[in-house]
C-alpha cells in the first residue's frame, strides 16, 4: 500500500506515555501505511521534544493549547489520511490492518473503541458509556483517536484554536459537513490517571458537566481554567 497516512500526536510533557504510543506504530511502518509522523507540542520541559527527534517526527511548536496544537499538526502533515492520537494512547496489535481496510473502502471518519489500562468495574463502565456516548451521538473523545481524510477534515472546518473541547467541536463540525463518523474494530488503550488522582465518579461527573457547559455555550477557555483546577 502507497504510505498515505499522517500520524499527528499533541505533547506536552509526555517522556512517561509517549514511547508506548510509538510503539504501537510500529506496525503501521511495517505496514507500508504511515507517510509521516507529526509530535505538536506545546513547550515540554522534559525529553519529549528528543523522543520526536529520534523517532522522526515532523516537530512543530507552539503555546500549549489542544487545539492550537492539533490544529498546526495537521497543517504539517502530508497525507490524504490523518489518524490524530493522544500521547498516552496505545493503539492494540493489528490496528493497522483495519485502517488500511477502511482507507481502501473510502470510508468516513472514525474512532477506536476506549478501554484503559487498568482492570475493575469502574474502567469498564467509564470506557463502555465513552464508547455508547460515541456510538449514539457521534461524539468520540480525543482519547478514542480520530482517523479522517485530509479533505473531510479542511471541508470541516479543522480543529479550532481551544484548550478544551477541541475534539467535540471537531465531530460536531465533521456531522454538519454531513460526514458519518463510525467505530473501527480495533482498541485504543489510554491512562487513567486524572480518574486513579480524582476518583472515577468524580472525575466522570465532572468531565459530564464540563461537556454539559460547553454543549450550551460555556467560553471554552473559562470551562479550561475549571477543569484545572
Given at each position: 500500500?502507497?504510505?498515505?497516512?499522517?500520524?499527528?500526536?499533541?505533547?506536552?510533557?509526555?517522556?512517561?506515555?509517549?514511547?508506548?504510543?510509538?510503539?504501537?506504530?510500529?506496525?503501521?511502518?511495517?505496514?507500508?501505511?504511515?507517510?509521516?509522523?507529526?509530535i505538536?507540542?506545546?513547550?515540554?520541559?522534559?525529553?519529549?521534544?528528543?523522543m520526536?527527534?529520534?523517532?522522526?517526527?515532523?516537530?512543530?511548536t507552539?503555546?500549549?493549547?489542544?487545539?492550537?496544537?492539533?490544529?498546526?499538526?495537521?497543517?504539517?502533515?502530508?497525507?490524504d489520511?490523518?489518524?490524530?492520537?493522544?500521547?498516552d494512547?496505545?493503539?492494540s496489535?493489528?490496528?493497522?490492518d483495519i485502517?488500511?481496510?477502511?482507507?481502501?473502502?473510502?470510508?468516513?471518519?472514525?474512532?477506536?473503541?476506549?478501554?484503559?489500562?487498568?482492570?475493575?468495574?469502574?474502567?469498564?463502565?467509564?470506557?463502555?458509556?465513552?464508547?455508547?456516548?460515541?456510538?449514539l451521538f457521534?461524539?468520540?473523545?480525543?482519547?478514542?483517536?480520530?482517523?479522517?481524510?485530509?479533505?473531510?477534515?479542511?471541508?470541516?472546518?479543522?480543529?479550532?484554536d481551544?484548550?478544551?473541547?477541541?475534539?467535540?467541536?471537531l465531530?460536531?463540525?465533521?456531522?454538519?459537513?454531513?460526514?458519518?463518523?463510525?467505530?473501527?474494530?480495533?482498541?485504543?488503550?489510554?491512562?487513567?490517571?486524572?480518574?486513579?488522582?480524582d476518583?472515577?465518579?468524580?472525575?466522570?461527573?465532572?468531565?459530564?458537566?464540563?461537556?454539559?457547559?460547553?454543549?450550551?455555550?460555556?467560553?471554552?477557555?473559562?470551562?479550561?481554567?475549571?477543569?484545572?483546577?
Amino acid at each position: 500500500m502507497t504510505a498515505t497516512l499522517s500520524i499527528v500526536i499533541p505533547t506536552l510533557d509526555a517522556e512517561k506515555h509517549l514511547p508506548r504510543c510509538l510503539d504501537s506504530l510500529i506496525e503501521g511502518l511495517t505496514a507500508g501505511l504511515i507517510r509521516d509522523l507529526v509530535i505538536t507540542d506545546g513547550g515540554s520541559s522534559d525529553t519529549t521534544r528528543d523522543m520526536a527527534d529520534a523517532a522522526g517526527a515532523t516537530l512543530v511548536t507552539g503555546p500549549a493549547s489542544r487545539g492550537g496544537q492539533l490544529r498546526r499538526g495537521v497543517a504539517a502533515a502530508r497525507g490524504d489520511w490523518v489518524l490524530v492520537l493522544h500521547a498516552d494512547t496505545v493503539l492494540s496489535h493489528g490496528w493497522s490492518d483495519i485502517v488500511i481496510d477502511h482507507i481502501r473502502e473510502q470510508g468516513g471518519p472514525a474512532h477506536f473503541r476506549l478501554a484503559f489500562r487498568e482492570s475493575g468495574l469502574m474502567p469498564a463502565l467509564v470506557s463502555g458509556w465513552a464508547n455508547l456516548r460515541a456510538g449514539l451521538f457521534a461524539l468520540p473523545y480525543g482519547d478514542q483517536g480520530l482517523l479522517l481524510r485530509r479533505a473531510d477534515y479542511d471541508r470541516a472546518g479543522g480543529y479550532p484554536d481551544q484548550p478544551l473541547m477541541e475534539d467535540v467541536a471537531l465531530a460536531r463540525a465533521l456531522r454538519r459537513s454531513g460526514c458519518a463518523i463510525t467505530r473501527l474494530n480495533a482498541r485504543a488503550t489510554t491512562c487513567a490517571e486524572r480518574y486513579l488522582r480524582d476518583g472515577w465518579i468524580r472525575r466522570g461527573a465532572r468531565n459530564l458537566w464540563t461537556m454539559f457547559r460547553y454543549m450550551i455555550g460555556t467560553d471554552p477557555e473559562r470551562l479550561a481554567a475549571s477543569y484545572r483546577r
